[in-house]
């Protein structure tokens, strides 16, 4: 279903995982034999950890990867065919399953190629009651709590021997048994101090982390590591921005001698290039690099999850398999060469296994208004004003959220061509909607929904009366625009 009125464009920001058909023509017909072109266009040792961690051979790790980026590929446009009924998508293999909860978005699931799930809650749904659960229970005793898309329920985490006294808070807070789980864990999750992924580096002379990714001037990393004004040496830095707990995200400037690179430590004699940071989807394949234990991959399991840690709990972090021990804190998380996180704690080991939690790249880039350095040494320019057009406008939102400009009443023209842009924060996917006044309504009659922060859009209509929509359908931050009228 179009998102065709100011109200109809509202969506869950973890909607963004949604991804629409099977590819397996893109994996097929593909030979075994670690010596295969495919093999070669992968970074060094990426095809190799593949295959420890998931227990692959060489073909199925290519053809993984093949299918996960084309996956990808699509999974932000057809996102925002589905409407509010939307409740989340995950990867089976080269399957791709997509839950609703209608028979319309579940026969567009189905055309668009994909297998359709009915299921009774959407995934804003199941967002506030994953809210409501944390909330009414003791946070002392809860370890994480997260979405299941699969099994379209809550889950709560919790320690040993408090699984009781949290069924009893939720239960008591209106919440069903087959709404929530209330799970037991061997291990609270924990913050990697003392962990680093990618490069180390060192905080006061006492402690030590991972450069996440490169960015404008200097790199971002997890904020447990430093509070704003601490210095960093290899390479020498000062926290400019820093959030923990709450979120887990800082940004550290070095010094001019220091040379920010789009790449990432495999810990095979060899990096990763980063080309860009697109959101991958639940079930896809990702790697996490980490001084103490190396390179190590997993799937993502779910996204937005609160998480407690002794420190504080912290909000909207990508829960995934992948294992990590105490040295890996603040390192990259990759998709293949799109940056997904920083590693921020979690449980278990790289021997035994574990979970373990990413603050989202995009959030910290956003957050300290840097762009993420790519493979190529450049940066994506900031946005800028959208000079071609007449008349400006300019504001700010939060991811979520949208604005009616210039205004709620709009602005009446005659016949002819209209031009809008917009050009949203860096890193995240803002949407530009052209509406116009239709029986006491509005209707959208043009719009530009791709997954970047900048759109454009062109309408040649009749006279009426018109307002543009802005929509910040993953990310937050300000925005500047600008339109033209015949």
Request: net charge negative; charged share 15%; hydrophobic share 35%.
């Given at each position: 279903m179009r998102r065709t009125s100011f109200r109809a464009i509202t969506v869950a920001t973890a909607a963004a995982t949604l991804f629409a058909a099977s590819i397996t023509a893109a994996t097929a017909g593909t030979a075994a034999g670690s010596d295969r072109p495919e093999v070669a266009g992968y970074a060094p040792g990426m095809v190799a950890?593949?295959?420890?961690?998931?227990?692959?051979?060489?073909?199925?790790?290519?053809?993984?990867?093949?299918?996960?980026?084309?996956l990808s590929e699509k999974q932000l446009t057809i996102a925002k065919t589905l409407d509010k009924g939307y409740a989340g998508a995950w990867v089976d293999g080269s399957e791709l399953f997509v839950a609703v909860t209608d028979r319309s978005a579940a026969a567009e699931v189905r055309a668009a190629g994909a297998n359709a799930v009915t299921v009774d809650k959407s995934l804003s749904q199941l967002d506030r009651l994953a809210t409501k659960a944390y909330r009414a229970a003791p946070e002392a005793k809860v370890a994480a709590t997260y979405v299941d898309v699969e099994s379209n329920s809550v889950v709560m985490e919790v320690a040993k021997g408090a699984k009781a006294a949290v069924t009893a808070a939720v239960k008591q807070a209106g919440l069903s048994a087959g709404t929530v789980s209330v799970v037991e864990v061997a291990e609270l999750p924990r913050t990697l101090i003392n962990?680093?992924?990618?490069?180390?580096?060192?905080?006061g002379g006492t402690s030590r982390c991972s450069v996440g990714f490169s960015a404008t001037g200097g790199f971002v990393t997890a904020g447990h590591c430093g509070s704003r004004g601490a210095s960093t040496s290899q390479p020498s830095g000062t926290f400019q921005v820093s959030s923990f707990p709450g979120n887990d995200y800082a940004y550290v400037s070095v010094g001019s001698d220091d040379n920010p690179v789009g790449a990432v430590n495999n810990y095979n004699g060899g990096t990763v290039d980063v080309a860009g940071s697109s959101q991958a989807a639940v079930g896809a394949t990702v790697c996490r690099s980490g001084s103490t234990t190396g390179w190590h991959c997993g799937?993502?399991?779910?996204?937005?999850?609160?998480?407690?840690?002794?420190?504080?709990?912290?909000?909207?972090?990508?829960?995934?398999?992948?294992?990590a021990e105490r040295g890996d804190s603040g390192g990259s998380?990759?998709?293949?060469?799109?940056?997904?996180g920083l590693t921020s704690?979690?449980?278990?080991?790289?021997?035994?296994?574990?979970?373990?939690?990413?603050?989202?790249?995009?959030?910290?880039?956003?957050?300290?208004?840097?762009?993420?350095?790519?493979?190529?040494?450049?940066?994506?320019?900031?946005?800028?004003?959208?000079?071609?057009?007449?008349?400006?406008f300019s504001g700010s939102l939060g991811s979520g959220g949208q604005a009616a400009e210039p205004g709620l009443s709009g602005f009446t023209v005659l016949s002819g061509t209209i031009t809008g842009c917009l050009d949203g924060p860096n890193g995240t996917d803002f949407d530009l909607y052209l509406q116009k006044a239709s029986g006491g309504s509005?209707?959208?009659?043009?719009?530009?929904?791709?997954?970047?922060?900048?759109?454009?859009?062109?309408?040649?209509?009749?006279?009426?009366?018109?307002?543009?929509?802005v929509d910040a359908y993953s990310g937050s931050g300000s925005y500047t625009g600008g339109y033209t009228t015949p």
């Amino acid at each position: 279903m179009r998102r065709t009125s100011f109200r109809a464009i509202t969506v869950a920001t973890a909607a963004a995982t949604l991804f629409a058909a099977s590819i397996t023509a893109a994996t097929a017909g593909t030979a075994a034999g670690s010596d295969r072109p495919e093999v070669a266009g992968y970074a060094p040792g990426m095809v190799a950890a593949l295959e420890r961690d998931l227990g692959l051979t060489t073909s199925e790790a290519v053809d993984r990867l093949k299918t996960d980026e084309a996956l990808s590929e699509k999974q932000l446009t057809i996102a925002k065919t589905l409407d509010k009924g939307y409740a989340g998508a995950w990867v089976d293999g080269s399957e791709l399953f997509v839950a609703v909860t209608d028979r319309s978005a579940a026969a567009e699931v189905r055309a668009a190629g994909a297998n359709a799930v009915t299921v009774d809650k959407s995934l804003s749904q199941l967002d506030r009651l994953a809210t409501k659960a944390y909330r009414a229970a003791p946070e002392a005793k809860v370890a994480a709590t997260y979405v299941d898309v699969e099994s379209n329920s809550v889950v709560m985490e919790v320690a040993k021997g408090a699984k009781a006294a949290v069924t009893a808070a939720v239960k008591q807070a209106g919440l069903s048994a087959g709404t929530v789980s209330v799970v037991e864990v061997a291990e609270l999750p924990r913050t990697l101090i003392n962990v680093i992924g990618g490069n180390a580096y060192y905080i006061g002379g006492t402690s030590r982390c991972s450069v996440g990714f490169s960015a404008t001037g200097g790199f971002v990393t997890a904020g447990h590591c430093g509070s704003r004004g601490a210095s960093t040496s290899q390479p020498s830095g000062t926290f400019q921005v820093s959030s923990f707990p709450g979120n887990d995200y800082a940004y550290v400037s070095v010094g001019s001698d220091d040379n920010p690179v789009g790449a990432v430590n495999n810990y095979n004699g060899g990096t990763v290039d980063v080309a860009g940071s697109s959101q991958a989807a639940v079930g896809a394949t990702v790697c996490r690099s980490g001084s103490t234990t190396g390179w190590h991959c997993g799937t993502i399991q779910a996204f937005n999850a609160t998480v407690n840690y002794a420190e504080g709990s912290v909000r909207g972090l990508i829960r995934t398999n992948v294992c990590a021990e105490r040295g890996d804190s603040g390192g990259s998380l990759l998709a293949g060469t799109q940056a997904q996180g920083l590693t921020s704690g979690g449980s278990g080991n790289c021997s035994s296994g574990g979970t373990t939690y990413f603050q989202p790249v995009n959030e910290a880039l956003s957050a300290a208004n840097v762009s993420l350095v790519t493979d190529g040494g450049g940066t994506t320019p900031p946005p800028t004003a959208c000079a071609d057009e007449r008349t400006a406008f300019s504001g700010s939102l939060g991811s979520g959220g949208q604005a009616a400009e210039p205004g709620l009443s709009g602005f009446t023209v005659l016949s002819g061509t209209i031009t809008g842009c917009l050009d949203g924060p860096n890193g995240t996917d803002f949407d530009l909607y052209l509406q116009k006044a239709s029986g006491g309504s509005w209707t959208t009659v043009a719009q530009g929904i791709t997954a970047a922060a900048d759109e454009s859009v062109r309408y040649t209509g009749t006279t009426g009366t018109y307002r543009w929509v802005v929509d910040a359908y993953s990310g937050s931050g300000s925005y500047t625009g600008g339109y033209t009228t015949p």
